[in-house]
């Protein structure tokens, strides 16, 4: 069964610093990887998602990933983060070709960023 | 730019008693999600919904959980007897593809069950 490691339930991080949010997957079949934030009472909203390709992909509001297939990894960066990225940061995956289009989430990740 | 909308925004209901949360999904997508939250845990999947029938649901949507597509615009979740565990946040989501197509969501419907 697909599952999702956020082993990092809070992230402080002074403003202009980079951060690194953690994510691992475990499946047996090939996935789709994606990256949602959560803004204080709002919804999901994508950040960036990987597909297939590039094992580096950007996302929105100079956050990237990199796919690392042998370490079943997702991991999100940003070189220097700002107060607005306060929110909660949740990894995803969906397994490919198998005919199930759900979403697996990890526990999520609060990043908290402090002037 | 085109959202995903739910209402109601809350929803506070005494247990046993049916609620029914409301969506509208992206106007040309047609694949239909809802997920839920229990407060300090993860976002679990609920029900997938495509071609106006279930495609796949979780082991949390037993009987009393439905969904239906009433009309062209609007997806709903109904719970028959809420019980006190169903309090969460509901999501609903939608995608124009499936396989590795973007689920766009909704700001969600906090639940809570008295």
């Known amino acids: 069964a697909q599952s999702v490691t956020q082993l990092d339930s809070q992230v402080p991080v002074f403003e202009e610093a980079p951060v690194e949010l953690r994510c691992n997957y475990s499946?047996?079949?090939?996935?789709?990887l994606f990256w949602y934030v959560q803004y204080p009472n709002q919804g999901l909203q994508l950040l960036l998602k990987?597909?297939?390709?590039?094992?580096l992909v950007k996302g929105i509001n100079g956050f990237e990933a990199e796919f690392n297939k042998s370490q079943t990894s997702f991991h999100l960066r940003k070189p220097s983060v700002h107060i607005s990225d306060t929110a909660e940061y949740f990894c995803?995956?969906?397994?490919?070709?198998?005919?199930?289009?759900?979403?697996?989430f990890g526990t999520g990740t609060r990043l908290k960023v402090l002037a | 730019e085109p959202e995903v909308t739910q209402t109601p925004s809350h929803q506070v209901t005494q247990m046993g008693q049916e609620v029914i949360l409301r969506c509208v999904p992206i106007s040309n997508h047609l694949y239909f999600y809802w997920y839920r939250q229990i407060l300090g845990q993860k976002v679990e999947f609920l029900v997938s919904f495509y071609n106006n029938e279930i495609s796949e649901k979780s082991e949390i949507f037993d009987d009393q959980f439905s969904v239906e597509r009433p009309d062209g615009s609007n997806f709903t979740l109904k719970i028959r007897s809420t019980k006190l565990e169903d309090s969460a946040m509901y999501f609903c989501?939608?995608?124009?593809?499936?396989?590795?197509?973007?689920?766009?969501f909704g700001p969600g419907t906090r639940l809570l069950v008295l």
């Open positions: 995803a995956v969906s397994d490919q070709g198998s005919g199930t289009y759900k979403y697996i």
């Open positions: 499946s047996s079949v090939s996935v789709y």
């Open positions: 990987y597909l297939s390709g590039s094992t």
């Open positions: 989501a939608s995608s124009e593809a499936g396989g590795g197509g973007t689920q766009y």
